[in-house]
T-cell receptor, first 113, second 111 residues
């Protein structure tokens, strides 16, 4: 158990809908990262937040957004969902902004029908 | 560009050593990682190596880094059936936290 929690574990929704994925980092970690794992794209970095501020952005679609709250939990919002958004979404956390050691949560499996 | 390549499958016998290989293209990598993913689970950080090191050993795991050839390997000694999983190589290329992952190597350990 990495100490990173993600909810929900599974999510099934329809095209065009909007969902919110939630992540709680390990106690004491200030950085949160979101990654997407899909069969065709593999594991891809989406976005990083550090202490409430966006610090790095990867291949994140404009339909997706994230934020980190004062209690350091983070949410990833996915809107106007398409079939191709079906994937495993992982959250990771690290103590500092450099992210040398990133610990991953169990993931949220999103299925878009 | 940023690219990390791994072979997709490796099969070994229990008790043998496993060697999983990875190549990367970005010479500005600062840290290189090995993560393990078991079915239905998240990624477990196994070990990592700073780019100015050649080797790191941690119990049954040995990481070798050849910066000249941009080649990273993970050797698992005395491989057990519990080592069956997908192993991901990853690199970190800047001061931010973005990790670039390979496509993963599925290790199958036969009794």
């Amino acid at each position: 158990d990495s100490g990173v929690t993600q909810t929900p574990k599974h999510l099934i929704t329809a095209t065009g809908q909007r969902v919110t994925l939630r992540c709680s980092p390990r106690s004491g970690d200030l950085s949160v990262y979101w990654y997407q794992q899909s069969l065709d794209q593999g594991l891809q970095f989406l976005i990083q937040y550090y202490n409430g501020e966006e610090r790095a952005k990867g291949n994140i679609l404009e339909r997706f957004s994230a934020q980190q709250f004062p209690d350091l939990h983070s949410e990833l919002n996915l809107s106007s969902l398409e079939l191709g958004d079906s994937a495993l979404y992982f959250c990771a956390s690290s103590v500092n902004v450099g992210g040398i050691e990133q610990f991953f949560g169990p993931g949220t499996r999103l299925t878009v029908l | 560009g940023e690219d990390v390549e791994q072979s997709l499958f490796l099969s070994v016998r229990e008790g043998d050593s496993s060697v999983i290989n990875c190549t990367y293209t970005d010479s500005s990598s600062t840290y290189l990682y090995w993560y393990k993913q078991e079915p239905g689970a998240g990624l477990q950080l196994l070990t990592y190596i700073f780019s100015n090191m050649d080797m790191k050993q941690d119990q049954r795991l040995t990481v070798l880094l050849n910066k000249k050839d941009k080649h990273l390997s993970l050797r698992i000694a005395d491989t057990q059936t519990g080592d069956s999983a997908i192993y991901f190589c990853a690199e970190k290329i800047d001061r931010g936290g973005k990790l670039i992952f390979g496509q993963g190597t599925e290790l199958s350990v036969k009794p």
